[in-house]
């Protein structure tokens, strides 16, 4: 089973918007966390945001906030007031577990976002 | 100062060569990772070292070895390149105790050819 799903392969915006990304995650560990990176065109991978499994409060940076359902086990990303630099492929990703294998991610399959003038 | 840096960003080779990506962090995390995003875009882990230690080694052909000459480094040595090997490599380091920031390096694209 697929452990990170993002069924969004495309989404359109209008700058200035307010725009969300899908991300559903399965895990039977009670410890995990959720990432958001951003991919632009250049090619990088830029850490945005991370949601704890444990943090009670959803993740808030700037822009971009986590909504985190965890009963739903949905963790979208919201972008607020978009901006044309906001164009990019965005990647949600989990961390299982405990150990040695804290720092391993598993990705989905990301979302290529368009934001339009 | 970049934070995770790798070399080459760019690499073309032909079929058969040995080739290395080197990868330096400057944020005194103690655990480094190699990620492979192949042609659809999906990234993968490759291998992790944990203060030059290995401890993650997913299914990868053991014509890629890795190497930490210390915690700040994590070196990717390719044997017998075949063009499936053709690929952005990432480079990405964290403090594996809280590791609630992965930071990723710029990639090497690599192409065979």
């Known amino acids: 089973a697929q452990k990170i799903t993002q069924t969004q392969p495309g989404m359109f915006v209008q700058e200035k918007e307010a725009v969300t990304l899908d991300c559903t995650y399965d895990t039977s560990d009670p410890s995990y966390g959720l990432f958001w990176y951003k991919q632009p065109s250049s090619g990088e991978m830029i850490f945005l945001i991370y949601?704890?499994?444990?943090?009670?409060q959803n993740a808030t940076e700037g822009r971009y906030s986590l909504n985190f359902q965890k009963a739903r086990k949905s963790a979208n990303l919201v972008i607020s007031a978009s901006q044309l630099g906001d164009s990019a492929m965005y990647f949600c990703?989990?961390?299982?577990?405990?150990?040695?294998?804290?720092?391993?991610?598993?990705f989905g399959q990301g979302t290529i976002l368009t934001v339009h003038p | 100062d970049t934070a995770v840096s790798q070399t080459p960003k760019y690499l073309v080779t032909q079929m058969g060569n040995d080739k290395s990506i080197k990868c330096e962090q400057n944020l005194g995390h103690d655990t480094m990772y190699w990620y492979k995003q192949d042609s659809k875009k999906f990234l993968k882990i490759m291998f992790s070292?944990?203060?030059?230690?290995?401890?993650i080694n997913e299914t990868v052909p053991n014509r890629f070895s890795p190497k930490s000459p210390d915690k700040a480094h994590l070196n990717l040595h390719i044997n017998s390149l075949e063009l499936g090997d053709s690929a952005v490599y990432f480079c990405?380091?964290?403090?594996?105790?809280?590791?609630?920031?992965?930071?990723f390096g710029e990639g090497s694209w690599l192409t065979v050819v």
């Open positions: 990405a380091s964290s403090q594996i105790a809280t590791s609630n920031t992965i930071y």
């Open positions: 949601q704890g499994s444990y943090d009670q």
């Open positions: 070292y944990n203060n030059k230690e290995l401890i």
């Open positions: 990703a989990m961390r299982e577990g405990w150990g040695t294998s804290y720092g391993k991610l598993t």
